[in-house]
């Protein structure tokens, strides 16, 4: 009797909705960033990144060496100096590691809300389909970003205490200042952000697709790694140019004192358009949902 009497107390508008309802009032971006901050497998994700760096400096550290035999390449010069450090982790990590993380907390990002059995009341507070998706998409953007910048700024830093602020030294020769690096740093992570964009939007369309979070990560990184394979198959010539992965290390070319921009301009537009379309579809595919969990 008294769940009756307080819903004959609230007052509807002509378009049916309760008077002061406002939707973008619904899942505040801080709230979800709260949420997601707050689980086990985001603070295990930060921490590795945090933890990461001082690993592989310890492995550079009481590991065998013999610079008689140094070829010049990122694993050899990844002790010459701070940015080269930078360097070396981002190239270790690029391939494998930062493509997890977005792949993690884009496909994790509704298929979770769908296993928990929670989306259905999540749509019934009632917070629209659009703005749920993106607000699902801008925290995870946030966390992915985060990510991203926090693996270099922990491996500067240590790379600063241990190996100092010298020049950053390409495996082709080229070398720019420790302030020119810097420029070059911030580049890169911008780089890694919008390349990353396509996996952040294949990511998307699985979750939106699947009630199992595992399947829309695995997906994802699945099709990641069958890209990188098939960049490495040479007789596939130029068709490989259009691969997702292609282009995943053009930041590279950021460390030179006359950077050339094509491949970076071409990996940058490949992501953006991938992600684009993966983006479309993932909104098609959960507007139209039959949400039952």
């Known amino acids: 009797m008294?769940?009756?009497a307080a819903h004959e107390h609230l007052e509807f508008g002509p378009d049916g909705a309760v008077v002061g309802y406002k939707a973008r009032r619904t899942l505040r971006l801080g709230v979800e960033l709260t949420r997601q901050l707050r689980r086990r497998r985001t603070q295990l994700v930060y921490g590795f990144l945090v933890v990461l760096p001082f690993i592989i400096w310890a492995?550079?550290?009481?590991?065998?060496?013999?610079?008689?035999?140094?070829?010049?390449?990122?694993?050899?010069?990844?002790?010459?100096?701070?940015?080269?450090?930078?360097?070396?982790?981002?190239?270790?990590?690029?391939?494998?590691?930062?493509?997890?993380?977005?792949?993690?907390?884009?496909?994790?990002?509704?298929?979770?809300?769908?296993?928990?059995?929670?989306?259905?009341?999540?749509?019934?507070?009632?917070?629209?389909?659009?703005?749920?998706?993106?607000?699902?998409?801008?925290?995870?953007?946030?966390?992915?970003?985060?990510?991203?910048?926090?693996l270099p700024a922990v491996a500067l830093t240590v790379g600063v205490i241990f190996?100092?602020?010298?020049?950053?030294?390409?495996?082709?020769?080229?070398?720019?200042?420790f302030g020119d690096s810097m420029i070059a740093l911030v580049l890169t992570i911008a780089y890694l952000a919008v390349h990353l964009s396509w996996m952040a939007g294949l990511a998307l369309f699985l979750s939106v697709s699947t009630d199992a979070p595992l399947g829309a990560v695995g997906g994802t990184v699945l099709v990641s790694i069958l890209?990188?394979?098939?960049?490495?198959?040479?007789?596939?010539?130029?068709?490989?140019?259009?691969?997702?992965?292609?282009?995943?290390?053009?930041?590279?070319?950021?460390?030179?004192?006359?950077?050339?921009?094509?491949?970076?301009?071409?990996?940058?537009?490949?992501?953006?358009?991938?992600?684009?379309?993966?983006?479309?579809?993932?909104?098609?595919r959960f507007r139209t949902k039959d949400i039952t969990s």
């Not at 035999?69 to 050899?76: A, K, M, P, T, W």
């Not at 930062?98 to 019934?124: C, H, M, N, Q, R």
């Not at 006359?258 to 537009?269: E, Q, V």
């Open 227 to 284: 890209s990188q394979i098939l960049d490495q198959i040479t007789a596939l010539e130029g068709l490989r140019n259009y691969l997702p992965t292609h282009y995943a290390f053009a930041w590279s070319d950021l460390i030179a004192s006359d950077i050339d921009w094509d491949n970076i301009t071409n990996g940058a537009f490949s992501a953006v358009v991938y992600a684009g379309l993966f983006g479309i579809l993932a909104w098609r």
């Open 163 to 177: 190996y100092g602020t010298g020049e950053a030294v390409s495996p082709t020769g080229d070398a720019i200042s």
């Open 59 to 150: 492995a550079f550290e009481f590991g065998s060496s013999d610079n008689a035999r140094r070829s010049g390449g990122f694993v050899d010069l990844a002790t010459a100096s701070a940015p080269n450090f930078v360097v070396f982790t981002l190239f270790a990590s690029g391939s494998f590691l930062l493509p997890v993380i977005v792949a993690l907390f884009f496909g994790d990002t509704v298929a979770s809300e769908a296993s928990w059995s929670s989306l259905k009341y999540l749509l019934a507070m009632p917070i629209p389909r659009h703005r749920l998706m993106r607000q699902k998409v801008l925290a995870s953007g946030l966390l992915s970003l985060s990510a991203i910048a926090l």
């Open 2 to 4: 008294e769940k009756v």
